[in-house]
């Protein structure tokens, strides 16, 4: 008989699938429950298109081909060593840092009020600032990855670079101006710091200056207007329901409207008579709490709880530092998206405009939460294998 181990030399597909084969490594319940999501969120976004888009399915085969994108994205990370990423961290970031440039320019266009987008033609766009979550996560991981020499806590040096690295990438996209984004960068850079070890002080330091930019921001007026009517429909959505607090008051009662088992698919008075705007988007999850109700909207947040669970795993069990920085980076990035994304619907959050992730509609936010996980899925590979 030929030896097992002959075989799946000699065959491909054996490799391909054999007891060694990489396939069997994969975190099948991160990828089972991200799949998940994105069905979900097909469905949703379906809905919530269907009697305006271009013919009944327009959008959501738009949104299926970002998947399918995505997906193929996500397969092809998920290939490489992620060590190997780690030489080539700086120029991934300069690259993200190029487009965050060209958006400011005259190349870039206004989309809701946000300078963010580069127009490719053909109806595709794409946002520079989804990849410049991706660029600041792998140059923070390879910055605070190389301990002191008989330390365990990163260089001194490493961390004021780190902090420029996020503070450059957090003021181009503070230009757009987009907020949500720049919370999110804000937030990656956190818990970089925190996962890489480093003393209190730079904590302490990076929460004053974030609270004297926030001051500085607000005195000096540079926020749009828009922004600030979202500030203050967050503090009183009462205040004014046919207006500012118009999107939070709708929101509201699209979800409440839901009870505990949903209207049904397509079945949801606010989403067919688009009540709600932005609700493929920035709002989707009052698709689910209407339609789906209460038990549906848990599923979606159960999942995504998985997910960062799963992530969380994959950190803790990472034998270098930087693989640990990368999955640590991304669930902080995902997990304060999704709450920020969900609480702003339910009125704990203001609105910022962020999509919730892997169920929104969206192109390059699509394609930059899959390569995320494929960050997840490369590192979960190798982890043992040091």
């Known amino acids: 008989m030929m030896d097992r181990t002959l075989l799946e030399r000699r065959h491909p597909f054996a490799r391909a699938v054999g007891a060694q084969s990489n396939m069997w490594r994969i975190d099948w319940v991160l990828l089972v429950a991200v799949a998940a999501l994105c069905v979900i969120g097909t469905l949703l976004v379906w809905s919530s298109t269907r009697?305006?888009?271009?013919?009944?399915?327009?959008?959501?085969?738009?949104?299926?081909?970002?998947?399918?994108?995505?997906?193929?994205?996500?397969?092809?990370?998920?290939?490489v060593d992620h060590r190997l990423l780690r030489a080539y961290a700086p120029v991934v970031y300069l690259v993200t840092l190029i487009g965050l440039v060209l958006?400011?320019?005259?190349?870039?266009?206004?989309?809701?009020?946000?300078?963010?987008?580069?127009?490719?033609?053909?109806?595709?766009?794409?946002?520079?600032?989804?990849?410049a979550k991706l660029g600041l996560v792998l140059m923070l991981a390879m910055l605070l990855a190389q301990p002191a020499e008989g330390s365990d806590r990163p260089r001194a040096l490493d961390v004021?670079?780190?902090?420029?690295?996020?503070?450059?990438?957090?003021?181009?996209?503070?230009?757009?101006?987009?907020?949500?984004?720049?919370?999110?960068?804000?937030?990656?850079?956190?818990?970089?710091?925190?996962?890489?070890?480093?003393?209190?002080?730079?904590?302490?330091?990076?929460?004053?200056?974030?609270?004297?930019?926030?001051?500085?921001?607000?005195?000096?007026?540079l926020l749009e207007p828009y922004q600030v009517a979202r500030f203050t429909a967050f503090i009183d959505p009462g205040v004014?329901?046919?207006?500012?607090?118009?999107?939070?008051t709708q929101s509201l009662i699209a979800i409440g409207s839901g009870e505990l088992f949903g209207k049904g698919l397509f079945e949801g008075g606010q989403t067919t008579g688009r009540f709600v705007p932005?609700?493929?988007?920035?709002?989707?999850?009052?698709?689910?709490?209407?339609?789906?109700g209460f038990l549906g909207s848990v599923t979606v947040v159960v999942l995504l709880g998985v997910v960062l669970l799963r992530g969380l795993h994959i950190?803790?069990?990472?034998?270098?530092?930087?693989g640990t920085l990368v999955a640590g980076s991304i669930v902080c990035w995902l997990g304060f998206q999704s709450f920020v994304n969900i609480g702003m619907t339910v009125g704990i959050m203001p609105i910022t405009g962020l999509p919730l992730p892997f169920v929104s509609y969206g192109g390059t936010s699509t394609f930059a939460n899959l390569i995320a996980v494929g960050f997840l899925q490369a590192i979960r590979i190798r982890e043992q294998s040091f």
């Not at 004014?240 to 939070?248: A, L």
């Not at 932005?278 to 789906?292: K, L, N, R, S």
């Not at 950190?315 to 930087?322: H, L, M, N, P, S």
Request: charged share 10%; proline share 3%.
């Open 278 to 292: 932005e609700q493929h988007t920035d709002f989707i999850f009052t698709v689910a709490g209407e339609e789906f």
């Open 103 to 131: 958006v400011v320019t005259p190349v870039g266009t206004t989309v809701n009020g946000s300078h963010s987008w580069i127009m490719l033609g053909g109806g595709f766009a794409i946002q520079p600032s989804e990849f």
């Open 160 to 221: 004021v670079l780190s902090l420029l690295s996020a503070v450059v990438a957090m003021g181009l996209v503070m230009l757009q101006p987009d907020l949500g984004t720049t919370l999110v960068l804000a937030v990656i850079i956190a818990g970089a710091l925190i996962l890489g070890g480093v003393q209190k002080r730079w904590i302490l330091l990076l929460a004053f200056s974030v609270v004297v930019a926030a001051v500085a921001v607000w005195l000096l007026d």
């Open 240 to 248: 004014d329901p046919r207006g500012v607090g118009y999107n939070s």
């Open 51 to 79: 009697t305006w888009a271009s013919g009944s399915t327009g959008l959501v085969k738009k949104h299926m081909l970002n998947l399918a994108i995505g997906a193929v994205l996500c397969g092809l990370v998920t290939m």
């Open 315 to 322: 950190a803790k069990q990472c034998d270098d530092r930087f």
